[in-house]
């Protein structure tokens, strides 16, 4: 809902994303934070919001697969795994400079292989489709630690894993510490949040929340689902080969093991709590688990002292505990998420001081 | 030969354990249509509890099994209550993203209780083997078979005969005409919550009397039980039992002979990669209802 | 139109902060890597409730010189999470070791303050932790789970820190780098084995050659040791390399493993850095008539020790071999005797179970000895991590007394090439042999012997 006086003259007004000058300030604002935070936020909390930049990406993914198209994806975190990998490869036998132009590569590559995964999406869905793609995210795992005995090459480092050298533009710029790559993250997860944000208002966007929405009317209005659920595959997981490559050129060095079902799994527990099929309701859920787990990790260590019976240290089983109950107590009272909350704040604040 | 009929006989044993989690799966999904991705979950957490009795707290075995059972109970009816029943209604996702959460919590329960500890039922199952001329059968596997396949003729006389078990069948076909009949659908639910957390906590327990009790066992749950339920279909008891022994066969027969052409490894993968082939060419299972949607 | 110009106005400075960014990165940190700009109180929460021994330093004041530096060491390492209990020992054998050394004022000058970070087993935390203690500007680190040395060979050779790590897969020390890892690799411990067997078999007796098998597990510490160690046992006349069977690490069933194995019929089956999977595998293998003897648990006492003998009672190891680079607890050496002396004193924990506190005991003892070094050669008012990175490589035959003899060098990242071999006997471990003298000394690196076999290859 809009505020009251103001009306789009234009189509570019009625295009835009940005309405009012309180919107532009606000975007302002937060743009010039997220450039000034790595000047006070310390090392710790760089790191935290590093991982953080680079799981929205994976999530901003993850929005397009579940949130837009309806897809269920349980394999996220081993798409990931294939740009980290193909980037790791790339990059060592190119070298690092090449860094730009194999981005989109991994990112391509990873959507290629998530298109493979996700083809059972034609012919089932709901469960079925989670198990497809959870069966992915083993079987990729298993490939990648065993690709070099079928290939006969020392290119994937099998279960040793492999190094990566840090990111770098075209020799002229390394991003060789995190303060460097603060920036690199910020602003692929900028660009990836206005692609998955403008997503929506495209054609493909429309025919994808037909298909979530109910897919035989869909293809009865004459979406052809074949297409587009590939398509929204190719997407999401395109999303987590961004990610995928930005960690492992983050972390310069990526294993097998790093990729878990777990990570999946707390990627479609962040959609949930940010709100299925909103991009700033998926910023809301990233920024809002990250953090309820980074306070685990801080406060935890206190409960313990506090609580000395307790059989052991406890942050490890707060972080996970608390996640599992934000998520849940979140599906059964606001299963439309943080940016249902927000919507409803906006309306309040815009119709203040009348209820409606 | 020799080798072949040793792999087979385990793969057989195997998979009559693999049907007993799928079980629970499927009694669960037939009823309320929620896929309890948390089943191994349950599973490695009651074993736990059962270990809790019987080894640390010296309790007899039976009463061990006995006292977990009703702490199955409790667990299942409140979980149904308490998480599952206010999601009545909403997406599929919703149920697959709250079970995965059970599944995530419970893995921290087993780490604030019990450490992460490995452990190990002793005294329980004499750990020898029977020699059938080549073929070794350890009494293990033995047991867990026989007492899958009694709970699968219990339960199939139960589903088929009791009052009960008929008012499941009638709910997973059609919750309305159910209601019509006069059968409290939610209580239903909250009956296979029960009944499949105690098959978990059996199931559990052979599983940890077999191998080891440890927070993997959690996993069997997903990537050994969902196979063996798309194999046979989520809606059908028998296709638990029969997608459960050809998955058992297939894993074991597979990982023999496969993995020395690989270079090993592959016994988790072989189920998983059966999986996605039967989505791709039968997805509905071997026994499962083919759904046909309308608009 | 003034929104209009307002528009055009924040646009102009999205895009330009875009550009800006890189170039902000450039100019905002020129010497890159360690302390962060960061004036701000750094969040400092630290995880693990380590045991406060430390009584404050010695009662009677040491004539020390006249400043005293404190350093800090970090310690990475699953405070919580499933290794919580065997990390919690290893953590208190570390820190003993560096308050026994401030209160002894072991290296003259300089005091060391261990911070730790938590990683709770998982790979994507342990950077995290790094981050958090990094904070703290430590000049080394020291870490317990193998695999974080992996993850963080890198960062330590950006920046320019030495980690030294109980153990470690081939990634981290193959190139070489600023990890260095006190036990012996898994390739290694294997050429051990095969070299034990090969001298002691006693192949007038049996009338063939020793049969050998290899049960691994697919990760890195399992697969590695495979090639190698069939190569080296091409080389000898006593050893059959018969078969190396790959389970995956999340299996519990062993039955097409064993059954293979048991085709072999091999006399010694191998089993090194066992996951609790190894129970269930070594229950299947005494099910199926294989002698319990016959299994080899390598470095194992080191830490999953415990949960073996909880799972499966003590009388399924019996008779078996067990094998680690470090002392066991009932062997009776000086350096036992030292380490038994700081341990109660500093400690605050109850004598250990498991090999967990030699597993902190022992590479703290070794970064001791490095910082000792460099802070003889450039004093211990300035000794930085790179100093100690070098007086590391110069550590040769150092012999705690509590391990085998460690040795490093410029190419030489992997300190032990000697294993203990020990046999469990009524419930107790005993070493096979002579302690003064390891059973097995001087085992060739796993890059000769491949080097060997590689131009044994080409003359063919």
Known sequence: ?????????????????????????????????????????????????????????????????????????????????????????????????????????????????????????????????????????????????????????????????????????????????????????????????????????????????????????????????????????????FFAGIAGALWAHYFYYIQPEQFTLHNSVWYLGMLVVGGMGSVLGTVFGTVFITLLDALAYNVAPFISAALPYLPQNITYVVGIILFAIVVIVFLIYEPRGLAHRWRIFKASYRLWPYAY | MDMFLQLLVTGIMVGGLYGLVALGLVIVYKSSRVLNLAHGGFLMILSYVAWQFAEPWGLPMWLSIVLVMGIAVVLGYGVERIILRPLTGQPILATIIVTLAMFEALEGIQTLGWAGLTQGYHNFIPSTAIALGPVFIEQHYLWSFVVAIVLFLAFLAFFRYSRHGLAMQIVSEDHQVARSLGIDVRTVFAQTWVIALIIAAIAGILYGALHVIDVENANIGLIKALPVVLLGGLESLPGALVGGIIVGIAEIVGAGYIDPLVGGGSADIIPLTLMLLILLIKPYGLFGWVRIERI | ?????????????????????????????????????????????????????????????????????????????????????????????????????????????????????????????????????????????????????????????????????????????????????????????????????????????????????????????????????????????????????????????????????????????????????????????????????????????????????????????????????????????????????????????????????????????????????????????????????????????????????????PDIRDGAREMLIYKVKDGKIYLVGDVDKPIDGGNPHPSEILAAAAAAAAKK
Request: hydrophobic share 50%; glycine share 10%; aromatic share 12%.
């Open chain 3, 1 to 409: 139109m003034k929104s209009r110009i307002f528009k055009i106005m924040v646009l102009g400075m999205l895009a330009l902060s875009l550009l800006a960014m890189p170039l902000l990165a450039a100019c905002g940190q020129k010497d890159a890597p360690a302390p962060a700009p960061t004036p701000a109180p750094a969040p400092k929460p630290s995880p693990a409730p380590a045991p406060k021994p430390s009584p404050a330093p010695a009662p009677k004041p040491t004539p020390a010189p006249a400043a005293t530096r404190t350093v800090k060491v970090g310690y990475i390492a699953g405070f919580t999470g499933p290794l919580a209990e065997g990390t919690k020992e290893a953590f208190a054998g570390a820190k003993a070791v560096f308050d026994w050394a401030n209160e002894t004022n072991y290296i003259p000058g300089l005091k060391v303050e261990m911070v730790s970070g938590d990683d709770q087993y998982q790979a994507a935390k342990v950077m995290q932790a790094y981050k958090q203690i990094q904070a703290e500007e430590p000049i080394a680190f020291l870490s317990y789970p193998a695999g974080n040395a992996d993850v963080l060979k890198e960062v330590m050779r950006r920046n320019k820190t030495p980690l030294v790590n109980y153990g470690g897969g081939n990634f981290s020390i193959d190139p070489p780098g600023w990890v260095f890892v006190t036990v012996a690799m898994y390739d290694t411990q294997q050429f051990a084995v095969l070299k034990w067997i090969n001298e002691n078999w006693d192949v007038a007796r049996e009338g063939r050659p020793a049969r050998f098998a290899h049960l691994a597990w697919d990760n890195s510490m399992g697969t590695s040791s495979i090639k190698p160690g069939m190569l080296y046992a091409e080389q000898l006349p006593l050893v059959d390399y018969v078969a190396a069977e790959v389970a995956p690490s999340g299996t519990m069933d062993f039955t097409p493993y064993i059954t293979r194995l048991k085709q072999k019929d091999p006399d010694f089956i191998y089993m090194a850095l066992v996951t609790p999977p190894a129970i269930s595998a070594v229950k299947t293998g005494i099910a199926m008539g294989i002698p319990k003897e016959k299994f080899m648990y390598f470095d194992y006492v080191t830490f999953m020790w415990g949960a073996m003998l909880r799972a499966v009672g003590n009388e399924v190891v019996e008779g078996a071999f067990v094998g680690t680079s470090f002392y066991h607890y009932t062997i009776d050496t000086p350096g036992m005797q030292k380490f038994w002396g700081i341990w109660d004193k500093y400690s605050g924990l109850q004598r250990p179970v498991g090999l967990a506190a030699l597993v902190g005991y022992n590479p703290g003892l070794v970064l001791l000895e490095g910082m000792k070094r460099a802070a003889a050669t450039t004093g211990a008012d300035k000794i930085t991590g790179e100093d100690i990175y070098k007086a590391l490589q110069t550590i040769k035959d150092f012999n705690p007394g509590t391990m085998v003899p460690v040795t490093f060098g």
């Open chain 1, 1 to 237: 809902m809009r505020p009251a006086g103001t009306f789009d003259v234009s189509y570019a007004e009625d295009m835009a994303i940005v309405r009012t000058r309180l919107q532009w300030i606000l975007v302002a604002l937060v743009v010039a934070f997220i450039i000034a935070l790595p000047n006070f936020s310390g090392l710790y909390w760089l790191n935290v919001i590093i991982l953080m930049g680079i799981t929205l990406i994976a999530v901003f993914g993850l929005h397009i697969t579940t949130g837009l198209c309806g897809q269920i994806n349980l394999g996220q975190s081993a798409f990931m795994a294939v740009g980290a990998y193909t980037s790791a490869i790339l990059t060592n036998a190119l070298g690092a400079e090449w860094f730009l132009v194999v981005l989109p590569l991994a990112g391509i590559n990873a959507g290629i292989v998530g298109t493979i995964f996700g083809a059972p999406s034609l012919k089932v869905k709901e469960f079925y489709l989670a198990m497809a793609t959870m069966a992915a995210q083993f079987i990729i795992v298993y490939l990648l630690i065993h690709s070099d005995e079928f290939l006969g090459t020392t290119l994937f480092g099998g279960p040793n894993g492999l190094g990566v050298p840090p990111a770098n533009i075209f020799g002229f710029f390394e991003f060789g510490t995190d303060f460097k790559m603060y920036y690199l993250v910020m602003a692929l997860v900028m660009i990836m949040g206005l692609l998955a944000l403008n997503m929506t208002r495209t054609r493909v966007g429309r025919a994808f929340v037909a298909i979530r929405d109910n897919d035989l009317a869909a293809e009865v209005m004459g979406i052809n689902l074949f297409y587009y659920k590939l398509l929204s595959f190719f997407i999401g997981c």
